[in-house]
């Protein structure tokens, strides 16, 4: 079965508003990342937080990360329009830099 | 952005055609990735690369080769295509990950639809 699965779901918010969006997974990891995706693009970057940190922060992003539940959960803070996107959590779920994808969460950032 | 060019970033083909799509890095990033992304699947692995000529499989190789002559190149060749693989493809680069992970850099994906 697939590492790095997020509760699909499609969030539809209000511009100003915190939007947050979870991922589960189901072995050990090393690390688990954050993407973004635009309609029609490929995936962006957003953040990395590695096993033995709890929470981590990149500018109006905020990533917990436990362990323990095997999840991990992303918020963006004071939402904008142009945050309207796809976001999927990956995890190193077979080594050598290989990544194991989640099915994504849509938000929807209403001006 | 990475430079990562995928072409083409459009295709449709008929069922049992051989088609190859090419990856093109500037970054002289060892590491290059086939991914495809399906909804309802998000991204899944095809075939990775750690160096030139150093390929191996992913989570869903089968029907389709890579290659990887160069460092920049990263072919995904699908020998006789099956409608089962239309898909948005999408190649992605890494530094090398050494001792932790390393973000992965994606191109814009190469849409295909065999018919």
């Known amino acids: 079965s697939q590492q790095g699965e997020e509760d699909p779901q499609a969030l539809s918010i209000q511009e100003g508003e915190n939007a947050t969006m979870n991922c589960s997974y189901k072995?050990?990891?090393?690390?688990l990342q954050w993407y973004r995706q635009n309609s029609g693009r490929g995936l962006v970057h957003l953040i990395l937080?590695?096993?033995?940190?709890r929470e981590k922060h990149s500018g109006r992003l905020r990533v917990t990360l436990d362990t323990s539940k095997k999840s991990s959960s992303l918020l963006i803070t004071a939402s904008r329009a142009a945050d309207t996107a796809s976001y999927f959590c990956a995890t190193d779920a077979w080594g050598n830099n290989r990544l194991a994808f989640g099915k994504g969460n849509q938000v929807v950032v209403i001006p | 952005d990475a430079g990562i060019t995928q072409s083409p970033r459009h295709k449709v083909t008929e069922t049992g055609t051989p088609v190859t799509l090419r990856c093109h890095q500037t970054?002289?990033?060892?590491?290059m990735y086939w991914y495809r992304q399906d909804p309802g699947h998000g991204l899944r692995l095809i075939h990775y690369s750690y160096g030139v000529k150093d390929t191996d499989k992913g989570e869903v190789s089968d029907g389709y080769s890579v290659s990887r002559s160069k460092t920049e190149d990263f072919l995904l060749t699908l020998e006789s295509a099956t409608s089962s693989q239309t898909s948005v493809y999408f190649c992605?680069?890494?530094?090398?990950?050494?001792?932790?992970?390393?973000?992965?850099?994606f191109g814009d994906g190469t849409r295909l639809s065999i018919l």
């Open positions: 937080i590695r096993s033995n940190e």
């Open positions: 970054e002289n990033h060892r590491y």
């Open positions: 992605a680069i890494s530094e090398e990950p050494g001792t932790g992970l390393q973000p992965q850099h």
């Open positions: 072995t050990s990891i090393n690390n």
